[in-house]
T-cell receptor, first 111, second 109 residues
Framework: EAGVTQFPSHSVIEKGQTVTLRCDPI?????LYWYRRVMGKEIKFLLH????????ESGMPNNRFLAERTGGTYSTLKVQPAELEDSGVYFC?????????FGPGTRLTVL | GQNIDQPTEMTATEGAIVQINCTYQ??????LFWYQQHAGEAPTFLSY????GLEEKGRFSSFLSRSKGYSYLLLKELQMKDSASYLC??????????FGKGTKLSVKP
């Protein structure tokens, strides 16, 4: 069974540019989560989808972040325009029940 | 507020036993999770405690005391490959995970 995959693995952009991160969850998992780890800090929750619906987006930092999950399959997280403080590792996780399976993350660097 | 504390770093010897402690104060509680994360890789699930007591799974055991807001992860018969970060996380009321900063464990020969 394929695990959670994320694309790209690394992204380096300039401040003000747009970046879109993609997450493909494990097939059949209705729950999809986005998290972010800023250097030196803990992994922090961003938002939670159940199928295509946003269940909880209380962790989204501001309106420069937009997440979608069209058709309840893969999800995208767009940052527009990117700021320096958006640098970090963005993790996606999916679950059927309580155990969340994490992807390898996308390392985003904003210069 | 949400607060999860665990030691930043620990060192142990191959073959030994190590206990990684975690204390938490959170507004919601849907279980206590432990994840292992090797550098540059995805966190992988180790254990889940929702009731008080000890859960054993091979060389790894996890303990929970909800009244004390306390958990520990016990690793026995340490191997070099156990060198990694160990993340304590509390399940939030909406299904999300609330993480501590992680404990970096170094296993020496």
């Amino acid at each position: 069974e394929a695990g959670v995959t994320q694309f790209p693995s690394h992204s380096v952009i300039e401040k003000g540019q747009t970046v879109t991160l993609r997450c493909d969850p494990i097939s059949g998992h209705d729950n999809l989560y986005w998290y972010r780890r800023v250097m030196g800090k803990e992994i922090k929750f961003l938002l939670h989808f159940v199928k295509e619906s946003k269940q909880d987006e209380s962790g989204m930092p501001n309106n420069r972040f937009l997440a979608e999950r069209t058709g309840g399959t893969y999800s995208t997280l767009k940052v527009q325009p990117a700021e320096l403080e958006d640098s970090g590792v963005y993790f996606c996780a999916s679950s059927h029940l309580y155990e969340q399976f994490f992807g390898p993350g996308t390392r985003l660097t904003v210069l | 507020g949400q607060n999860i504390d665990q030691p930043t770093e620990m060192t142990a010897t191959e073959g030994a036993i190590v206990q990684i402690n975690c204390t938490y104060q959170t507004s919601g509680f849907n279980g206590l999770f432990w994840y292992q994360q090797h550098a540059g890789e995805a966190p992988t699930f180790l254990s889940y405690n929702v009731l008080d007591g000890l859960e054993e799974k091979g060389r790894f055991s996890s303990f929970l005391s909800r009244s004390k807001g306390y958990s520990y992860l016990l690793l026995k018969e340490l191997q070099m490959k156990d060198s990694a970060s160990y993340l304590c996380a509390v399940g939030g009321s909406q299904g999300n995970l609330i993480f501590g900063k992680g404990t970096k464990l170094s296993v020496k020969p």
